[in-house]
C-alpha cells in the first residue's frame, strides 16, 4: 500500500472478546482520513490498537514505512503519531502544562513557540492559559486536547470522537479549526466519528461495521451507495 | 529557562543559610540535625508521593537500608564514613529495585505492601544468625568514627541535594511527566512518557535520599539498633510532615517539617500527653480543612509556591 499508515488485516479486542475482524486501511502523506462508524462499531477500539493501547492480535501495523505493530505506546507516540483521546487532557494541570505535556519530546525553545502558534489557532486558550484544564469548558477541553496532541507537530493525528459531547455550534468550530490545520499544516489525519458533519473535509472516508471495514473511498463514492445513504444520511429512495 | 528555577533556589538558599548560622547561636546541634533529617526525608518523600501519588508507608526500610549499608561499609570493609553515607545510599536504591514490582499496586494496596517489605527488612537485619554482618539485634557501634561535626554537614549536603532535586522535579519536563503519570497513566504514556521508567525512576531517587539520610543519621548516632532504624515513627512522621506542609512544592513539606517538628520538639518531649492531644486535633483540622496542606492555602490564593 506504501501509505503514511497501513493497517493490515488487524484484529484486536478486549480480554477474549473479540471486537475487530481483519479491519485494513491506509491514510496517505498530508491526507485527511475519517473513520466513520455507529456505536460500538469498533472505532475505540482500532484507534487503541493503532496506538498500542490494546496488542494486535493478528495483522500488521505499518507507519512511516516501519512495522510498528508491537511497540509500546511511548515509543509510537514518539514515531510521529499524536494521539487524542476523547477525554483527551489532564484536568489537574494548566493549560500551559498540558501543553507542555504535548511537546514532552521537543526542547522547551520549540515548545513555547508551538505553543504560541497553537493560540493563534486556538484564542481562548491563551487567555485561559494559567487555568486548570479541568475548569474549561466542554468544547475548550476539546480545542485543548487538539492543541495538546499537535504540541509535538506529529507526522499522523488520529482522533477518537472530537465531536462527542459538544454542541452543534462547537462542533462546526471544531471542524473549522481542524480544517484550517489541515490546509495550513499539511497534517495527515485520522478522525474516528460519528457525526457526518465531518464529512466535509475528509479526502478519504472508510466505514467501520461491526469490526470490519465496509467501505473506503471519496464522498462521492459514499453518497452514490444506497445502503450507507440510509444507515447515516437517513435518505432512502 | 533557567529563571523558573529562582524561587526554588531562593528557598533552598534560605534554608542552608539559617542552618549553617544557626550552630553559632544555638547549641542544641542534636534537635539542628534531627530537624535536617526530617527536612531531607519529607523532600524524599515528597519525590515519590507528591509527584507520583504512591504513599509508601514503608519509607523508613530505605532509611535503615541506608544506615545499615553504611554501617556495615565502615566496619566491615573500613570505608570513610563519608563515603560510607554514599553506601547507603546506594543500598537503599538497591533495595528500591528490589522493590520495583511493588508500583504495579495502587493505592492502600502499595501503601501495605510496602509497610510488610520494611518489617521484611527490618526482621533480616535484626536476625541473630546474620550477627557477623549486622550485628543482630545487638545493634551497630560507629563510636570509633564519630564525628558530630563532620556528620552534621553531611547531612546538610544531603538535604540541599534532597531539595535541588525537588526543585528539578517542580520545574522540569521530568516532573511535569511524572504529574502527568499520577493524574492519568494512559494519558501520560500517549503523550509519550515511558511510565514505568519514569516512575521507577522517581522511586530510587526517593529511595536515594531515604538511604543517604539513613546513614547520615547513623554515623551522627554513633550507636543504633535495628528497632531504632527500622522504626515505624519515621515513616509516620515524615508522611504527616509533608501532608500538613503540602505536596508537589520545594517549600511545602518544609514549611510542615519546620512547624510539626518544632512543635513535637518544645511540647511533645516535656509534656507527651498534651502533644498526642494537640497532634490528634491538628490532624483532624488538617483533614476536614486543610487535606492539600499550609502550602494550599497560598495556592488558593493564586500564589505561586516554589
Not at chain 2, 565502615?74 to 529495585?97: C, E, Q, W, Y
Not at chain 2, 535484626?126 to 557477623?132: G, Q, R, V, Y
Request: with cysteine.
Amino acid at each position: 500500500m506504501g501509505g503514511l499508515l497501513d493497517i493490515e488485516v488487524l484484529e484486536s479486542g478486549y480480554g477474549s472478546t473479540q471486537v475487530l475482524w481483519g479491519s485494513s486501511l491506509s491514510v496517505a502523506l498530508n491526507q485527511s482520513v475519517v473513520l466513520l462508524g455507529v456505536n460500538g462499531a469498533g472505532k475505540t477500539t482500532l484507534l487503541k490498537t493503532i496506538v498500542g493501547l490494546l496488542g494486535a492480535w493478528k495483522g500488521r501495523i505499518v507507519f512511516d514505512g516501519k512495522d510498528i505493530t508491537s511497540l509500546k505506546p511511548n515509543l509510537r507516540i514518539a514515531g510521529g503519531i499524536g494521539y487524542m483521546s476523547e477525554l483527551g487532557i489532564l484536568p489537574n494541570l494548566t493549560v500551559e502544562e498540558n501543553l507542555e505535556l504535548g511537546g514532552y519530546f521537543r526542547a522547551e525553545k520549540d515548545n513555547r513557540k508551538r505553543a504560541e502558534e497553537m493560540f493563534e489557532y486556538f484564542p481562548d486558550l491563551r487567555e485561559y492559559r494559567k487555568k486548570m484544564g479541568g475548569s474549561l469548558s466542554g468544547g475548550q477541553r476539546k480545542m485543548l486536547g487538539v492543541a495538546k496532541t499537535l504540541m509535538s507537530s506529529p507526522k499522523l493525528v488520529i482522533m477518537d470522537e472530537p465531536s462527542s459531547g459538544l454542541s452543534p455550534k462547537f462542533v462546526k468550530k471544531v471542524i473549522e479549526v481542524l480544517r484550517l490545520l489541515h490546509e495550513h499544516e499539511k497534517l495527515s489525519m485520522l478522525i474516528a466519528e460519528q457525526n457526518v458533519s465531518f464529512l466535509d473535509f475528509a479526502e478519504k472516508i472508510y466505514i467501520l461495521d461491526k469490526g470490519q471495514v465496509t467501505f473506503g473511498g471519496d464522498v462521492e463514492q459514499l453518497k452514490g451507495n444506497d445502503t450507507i445513504r440510509e444507515t447515516y444520511f437517513g435518505i432512502s429512495h | 529557562m533557567l529563571r523558573r528555577y529562582f524561587p526554588s533556589l531562593g528557598v533552598i538558599l534560605a534554608i542552608v543559610a539559617i542552618l549553617l548560622c544557626l550552630p553559632h547561636f544555638y547549641s542544641n546541634q542534636s534537635f539542628l540535625f534531627n530537624m535536617m533529617l526530617y527536612l531531607a526525608l519529607a523532600e524524599g518523600l515528597n519525590i515519590i508521593y507528591g509527584f507520583t501519588g504512591y504513599l509508601p508507608f514503608g519509607y523508613v526500610g530505605f532509611f535503615g537500608a541506608g544506615a545499615y549499608g553504611a554501617a556495615i561499609a565502615i566496619t566491615l570493609l573500613h570505608i570513610s564514613p563519608f563515603f560510607g553515607v554514599i553506601i547507603g545510599g546506594i543500598a537503599a536504591v538497591l533495595i528500591g529495585i528490589i522493590l520495583i514490582p511493588l508500583l504495579r499496586l495502587s493505592g492502600a494496596y502499595f501503601a501495605i505492601a510496602n509497610l510488610a517489605a520494611s518489617q521484611a527488612l527490618y526482621f533480616v537485619v535484626a536476625n541473630p544468625s546474620l550477627e557477623k554482618i549486622t550485628q543482630g539485634p545487638y545493634g551497630i557501634d560507629l563510636s570509633s568514627v564519630y564525628n558530630a561535626d563532620a556528620s552534621y554537614y553531611t547531612m546538610l549536603g544531603v538535604l540541599v541535594f534532597a531539595m535541588l532535586l525537588v526543585a528539578y522535579m517542580r520545574n522540569s519536563n521530568f516532573g511535569l511527566s511524572l504529574l502527568a503519570i499520577k493524574e492519568d497513566q494512559v494519558t501520560a504514556s500517549l503523550a509519550g512518557v515511558n511510565v514505568v521508567k519514569a516512575r521507577s525512576i522517581a522511586w530510587m531517587l526517593s529511595a536515594f535520599v531515604a538511604g543517604l539520610s539513613g546513614a547520615a543519621f547513623g554515623w551522627y548516632t554513633a550507636v543504633f539498633y535495628p528497632s531504632t532504624v527500622f522504626s515505624l515513627d519515621v515513616s509516620v512522621f515524615t508522611i504527616v510532615f509533608v501532608l500538613f506542609g503540602g505536596i508537589g512544592t520545594v517549600a511545602g513539606p518544609l514549611v510542615g517539617t519546620l512547624i510539626l517538628y518544632s512543635m513535637y520538639n518544645f511540647i511533645g518531649i516535656s509534656t507527651p500527653q498534651y502533644f498526642q492531644l494537640f497532634y490528634g486535633l491538628l490532624i483532624i483540622v488538617l483533614v476536614l480543612f486543610l487535606p492539600d496542606g499550609v502550602a494550599s492555602i497560598l495556592q488558593k490564593g493564586k500564589v505561586y509556591v516554589p
